[in-house]
């Protein structure tokens, strides 16, 4: 195949997924590039963060995602630097690809609006590493509450902070809600967790304003039903190990979770294009990046102006239907036809509040409670990856709406001893607060 036209595609996520599964048979050669070896359903991170799946529930590795696929080669590797001069992509570990297309599906992290040391101790929802590393810290924070003496620093250990009031916030304050008042409410004695304080904070006027005001305020009023403090209009002004401060206001909390913007990858800020101010490259109607008809950005990757102003949202149907849009147009190129602008079918947003309380949204349906949850429930479902995983996650639902209990309540990541903080040390030393840790020979055996 070597003079067959060479697909890249960085980026295992919806975007380069589809993208991939549309040239498969192809007379193109397709290589996948992602830094882990699997694909990940985002939309159910929350519920890995709290306990209510666990992260093989909703991921797939690429190799079985796309096996039996011929012309498409999967490489575990971290892309660095994008050369458009000389069409290569550059990896890590000093290797570098050829291409003669490429798809630049790279995703988003999250934004900390000019504090990035915020992040160590308020960790955004992104990958699995993060959601593991939440569940982590929630549950620790149960664990480390029960053995407080002192009513003060035990208050602020059952404090739970979540900024950011889109569905990411939202979805994770209903489900700590849930976990607290239902799922561990019985398993201390010390404390009890039913008097966890779950505090949502939202910067702007009204939570999750991409859905229609009375489904956001019917949202509002569910969380508030589940125990969640729902504060509007207030902006973090500073993020500590002690908590967070909301204006002037100290909040004393040692979990803060952070579902507040998003910024494009460190890889797409390099390319030399234009940028938008979150980093993500403005691309032709396309889906080109100007002055290069080879070069594709897709998903959080990309500004796709909208008419009327804005831009698309970053959802997982926009990556799809642009991942299978930049494969179309990569082979009219092939075969000399021109391509095409693509155009985005809105299907409708979603977003669920807790049990059998959620919100969906299309240009002519409003959903819900139990039916909005319902149909968050059928749709998710449908576009998990691989049979297995769907019929996992439908036992996983179907027991917790059942019995209330949540199956995957492991806290991983390391020993923890009490007294020591919640917070992991490694990030407790770039704070100058680790505790001392003991020699090699002296520490436990630690799992990795």
Known sequence: MANVPHVVI???????????????????????????????????????????????????????????????EVHLGDVTEVSLSSKTVALADGTSLAYDFLVLATGARHAYFGHPEWEQLAPGLKSLDDALEIRRRVLLAFEAAELEKDPVRQAALLTFVVVGGGPTGVELAGALAELSRYTVARDFRAIDPKRARVVLVEAGGRLLTAFDGKLSKGAEQELARLGVEVRLSTRVTDVTAEGVNLGTEPLPARTVLWAAGVEASALVKKLGAEHDRQGRVVVNPDLTIPGNGSVYAIGDAAHFAVEGGGMLPGLAPVAMQQGRHAAENILASLEGRPRRPFHYVDKGIMATVGRAAGLAQTRRLRLGGMLGWLAWLFVHLIFL???????????????????????????????????????????QALLGRAPPRPAAEERPAERH
Do not use: C
């Not at 036992?395 to 309540?409: D, H, L, N």
């Open 385 to 427: 990856i691989g049979f297995r995983n769907r019929l996992l996650v439908l036992i996983q639902w179907a027991w917790a709406y059942v019995t209330y209990q949540r199956s995957s309540r492991l806290i991983m990541g390391g020993v923890w001893r009490p007294g020591e903080p919640t917070v992991p040390e490694r990030e």
């Open 10 to 72: 960085v980026g295992g996520g919806f975007g380069g997924l589809f993208a991939a599964r549309r040239l498969a048979d192809e007379p193109v050669r397709v290589t996948v590039i992602d830094r882990q070896n699997y694909h990940l359903f985002q939309p159910l991170l929350y519920q890995v963060a709290t306990a209510g799946l666990s992260g093989g529930d909703i991921a797939a590795p690429i190799r079985a995602v796309l096996a039996g696929k011929a012309n498409v």
